[in-house]
């Protein structure tokens, strides 16, 4: 059976991340946060007066980025603290409080862009060489980018205003998905009647079983929770995608996704492109679906049935500390440095490794430019697991380079090449483990799992984002987001690129709102983000297994780089054009190639 999860206390601190590094407790956190609350003054004293002198632009930016500085470190801890424990009351109203103050300080600078954009363009462009102005030219340039979006500065300021009652639509689904609803999750019963512990940290694992009842039973206990919430996560969802279209709109965008991918400088053709290219290849993917049912023996396909790994022979399993060990061995070609920090770091306090009572379901990298690049975990002990990790370790390495290369105000990647970071680790890991054995049935499993990967990452956020791109468009044109729409639309999508092998009966018929458990769709256009980092992530793979220390020195540019280009211009100085269909079309064509090694091995 299934183990319970434990309660927070039960751990110990050696399986913890070491939060304590940002203040040692929470007496610590509150004496920031009080000389936190004088900084939106600080930064107050340049209203109306940026365009003085460079002097005078200079300062206030520099008093503007110390005063973020000091925030988000603030900001941060109480985070961390509260997805310990989504239930604790104390560490909620800390996040509470910190995000009050971060709108109190953003509401305070909102002034910055719009003030900075009446300057003369003669007078701003001359002032960018200017010793204190220059560090943020970049910035400045940014600014200068976004004019036909930027509002007046008393509009700027209502929209910061009102940024904290829209953040709580996500906060709102997210306590009914992590704590009401969680608590309310029946167990999932196996072929001999034996009850496993079903939470959204166990569900995948479930749906590994290779105990069909048990798959089954998750599959329908986990659905058949999030059927009778459907109706409240539909109107959660349908709020947040207004609070799209109202930003998009008010800053007149000619589209919520236009608006979504204006920050990383991202044409829409390249989000659309993604979509067009993975419908093209879904007939490999079709293959793959059907080459699932014949190995898995079964006279239906269901949905269910689509996350056990298909070789019966191999069973992988690794450790907290296995997975560690296995990821130093496969990131060995990012250098000595590289693994050398990320081995210290797994081990000595970034990583929440397992899951308890409460704590914020899936995985992440999080912190600031003062503290370790935490690793929010719930490792499990299977390889997906141990992938999840070197997933989320590429975002704290990619965190660690940056922080030491680059000023505070261009430390920040943006999340495009996060994704190309966190996926490349996966890369190279799947690279390693087949490296490491001839045998057939092992070689077949490890090669279905990197399909299985694919499936995850191209294909499956690729439908995410074709399902966020639909349900934009509908909300945009005017049509209800009933919960009905939202069923239909995504039982549509699932159908098409699942094609006709899965049955597609009543069995299957609860996959309809899986919408209504996924986090991402309330983030704004995240996920494409993925299938375009996969995209990525297989040139770049490819170039670091195969050229050796010249694209190792790329590619540690690039890491190094953090957010001081744009990711499409940070991309191509490592080798990848993401404005081209190629890289996708690669990473589709290495799909295509695996599914046939497989169809070999397994004759």
């Not at 704590?179 to 479930?206: C, M, N, Y």
């Not at 058949?224 to 349908?238: D, Q, S, V």
């Not at 990298?365 to 490792?379: A, E, Q, R, T, V």
């Not at 990711?567 to 996708?584: F, Q, Y």
Request: net charge negative.
């Amino acid at each position: 059976m299934t183990e319970q999860p434990r309660n927070r206390q039960d751990i110990p601190a050696t399986d913890k991340w070491n939060v304590a590094a940002l203040y040692p407790n929470d007496a610590a956190w509150e004496a920031d946060l009080t000389i936190a609350q004088d900084l939106p003054e600080v930064v107050e004293v340049y209203r109306g007066r940026l365009g003085e002198s460079a002097r005078m632009l200079g300062e206030a930016l520099t008093a503007w980025f110390e005063s973020m500085r000091h925030l988000e470190k603030v900001y941060v801890y109480a985070h961390l603290r509260s997805d310990e424990d989504l239930g604790n009351d104390t560490y909620k109203g800390m996040l509470d409080r910190a995000r009050t103050a971060m709108v109190r300080l953003s509401t305070a600078g909102a002034y910055l862009s719009p003030e900075i954009l009446t300057i003369d363009d003669a007078r701003i462009n001359y002032w960018l060489h200017d010793p204190q102005v220059a560090p943020y030219a970049f910035w400045i340039k940014d600014i200068l980018r976004g004019k036909p979006h930027t509002l007046t500065p008393s509009e700027e300021r209502i929209m910061a205003m009102v940024s904290e009652p829209l953040s709580t639509i996500s906060d709102i689904y997210k306590v009914l998905k992590n704590v009401d609803l969680s608590a309310r999750i029946k167990p999932a019963v196996d072929s001999e009647g034996q009850e496993h512990p079903l939470t959204h940290g166990t569900f995948v694992k479930l749906e590994e079983s290779r105990d069909r009842t048990l798959r089954k039973s998750a599959f329908d206990a986990y659905y058949g929770e999030f059927a009778g919430n459907r109706n409240t996560n539909a109107a959660a969802l349908n709020g947040q995608i207004k609070a799209h279209l109202f930003e998009a709109q008010a800053r007149n965008y000619g589209s919520a996704l236009e608006a979504a991918l204006f920050d990383d400088a991202v044409p829409t053709a390249v989000y659309n492109a993604l979509i067009e290219a993975v419908h093209e290849a879904l007939p490999s993917f079709y293959r793959y679906v059907a080459l699932r049912k014949r190995l898995l023996g079964v006279d239906k396909l269901h949905i269910y049935d689509t996350y056990v790994p298909v070789i019966p022979a191999v069973d992988l399993k690794y450790s907290y500390d296995e997975s560690v060990q296995v990821i130093s061995d496969g990131l060995r070609v990012l250098g000595d440095e590289y693994v050398s920090v990320m081995r210290d770091g797994l081990m000595n306090g970034w990583v929440d490794r397992y899951e308890n009572v409460g704590k914020r379901s899936g995985a992440y990298s999080s912190g600031c430019y003062d503290s370790m690049p935490y690793i929010l975990l719930n490792h499990n002990g299977t390889v997906d697991a141990c992938f999840t990790l070197a997933h989320e370790l590429g975002h704290s390495m990619h965190s660690w380079y940056a922080n030491r290369n680059q000023p505070y105000h261009l430390a920040d990647y943006r999340i495009l090449v996060a994704e190309v970071a966190s996926t490349t680790n996966e890369k190279l890991l799947h690279h390693h483990l087949l490296s490491q054995t001839n045998d057939k049935a092992v070689r077949a499993y490890l090669i279905n799992q990197q399909l299985d990967d694919f499936r995850g990452t191209l294909f499956r956020q690729t439908m995410f984002a074709e399902f966020e791109k639909l349900i934009h468009e509908r909300a945009e044109a005017g049509e209800p987001l009933t919960v009905n729409a939202l069923d239909e639309t995504y039982y549509g999508l699932v159908k098409l690129y699942f094609g006709d092998t899965v049955a597609f009966d009543d069995e299957d018929r609860a996959i309809a709102w899986e919408w209504s458990r996924v986090d991402h769709f309330f983030y704004d256009f995240y996920v494409y983000k993925y299938a375009t980092g996969m995209s990525a992530a297989v040139a770049l793979s490819s170039a670091l297994l195969n050229e050796g220390q010249p694209a190792l020195e790329r590619y540690l540019a690039f890491l190094k780089g953090g957010g001081s280009q744009y990711p499409l211009d940070l991309l191509k100085t490592a080798g990848v054009d993401l404005t081209t269909p190629t890289p996708v079309q690669a990473a589709l064509a290495e799909f295509t190639r695996l599914v046939a090694e497989l169809e070999a091995l397994v004759g």
